[in-house]
C-alpha cells in the first residue's frame, strides 16, 4: 500500500526559503505524475505543483517563478524548493499521485511563513 510521506516543513520569515520532500514506497512512484497542494486553515485544499514521470513541471499562477518542483535520483522521492514565501502561504502542504489513484493522503508538513 503506498503512503505518501511529506517532510522539510517549518517556520519561516516572510521571504524566505524552504524545500519540502515527498517520499512514497510503492512502485507506482517513479511512473506516476506527483503533485503539490496545500491547505490553509478553514480553506480548501488548493493545487500548487505537478511533476509528470518525465520531469515536466506544472505550477499554480501563485506558484511561478518562486516554486520549483523536482523529482529525485532515485525516483522514489519529489521535491518543492519555495522561494520568496509569503504569510499567506501559511498551510499544511501534501504530496500525491496526479491523479490520485485512491491512495490516501499524509500527514503533510506544515510550513508556517511569519510577517
Known amino acids: 500500500q503506498v503512503q505518501f510521506v511529506e517532510s522539510g516543513g517549518g517556520l519561516v520569515q516572510a521571504g524566505g526559503s524552504l524545500r519540502l520532500s515527498c517520499a512514497a514506497s510503492?512502485?507506482?512512484?517513479?511512473?506516476?505524475?506527483i503533485g503539490w497542494y496545500r491547505q490553509a486553515p478553514g480553506k480548501q485544499r488548493e493545487f500548487v505543483a505537478r511533476i509528470t514521470s518525465g520531469g515536466y513541471a506544472v505550477y499554480a499562477d501563485a506558484a511561478k517563478g518562486r516554486f520549483t518542483t523536482s523529482r529525485g535520483n532515485d525516483k522514489n522521492t519529489a521535491s518543492l524548493q519555495m522561494n520568496r514565501l509569503k504569510p499567506e502561504e501559511t498551510a499544511v502542504y501534501y504530496c500525491?499521485?496526479?491523479?490520485?489513484?485512491?491512495?490516501?493522503w499524509g500527514q503533510g508538513t506544515q510550513v508556517t511563513v511569519s510577517s
Open positions: 510503492g512502485s507506482t512512484f517513479s511512473i506516476s505524475d
Open positions: 500525491n499521485f496526479i491523479p490520485q489513484q485512491g491512495v490516501a
